[in-house]
Nanobody, 119 residues
Framework: QVQVVESGGGLVQPGGSLRLSCAAS????????MGWYRRAPGKQRELVAL??????NYAESVKGRFTISRDNAKNTVYLQINSLKTEDRAVYYC??????????????WGQGTQVTVSS
């Protein structure tokens, strides 16, 4: 069994910063990629950032403001969010594509952490 749990969301003023964390735990053999997605009310889930090894990928809307990083020893991924805009308001979800101990490839999602941007 694998769990993916996000934390770090909250209410921040425009221009403020947050750091989100996501830890994967359980019967994990190896993790291929970890990433962050977000879903604003009434909108579809969109990719924010992905990391695979040393390779990162960002949505155009967050480039230069968001930074994804990873601690492989802890199976944890982080998202440093700077210069928050009101349009960044969303529930942020962590995603992990991995190989379980039984060597089955699976994708897991966290339950999300709310990021609210308001003055």
């Amino acid at each position: 069994q694998v769990q993916v749990v996000e934390s770090g969301g909250g209410l921040v003023q425009p221009g403020g910063s947050l750091r989100l964390s996501c830890a994967a735990s359980g019967s994990i053999f190896t993790i291929f990629t970890m990433g962050w997605y977000r879903r604003a009310p009434g909108k579809q889930r969109e990719l924010v950032a992905l990391i695979a090894g040393d390779t990162t990928n960002y949505a155009e809307s967050v480039k230069g403001r968001f930074t994804i990083s990873r601690d492989n020893a802890k199976n944890t991924v982080y998202l440093q969010i700077n210069s928050l805009k009101t349009e960044d308001r969303a529930v942020y979800y962590c995603n992990a594509a991995l190989l379980t101990v039984s060597r089955i490839r699976k994708v897991y999602w966290g339950q999300g952490t709310q990021v609210t941007v308001s003055s």
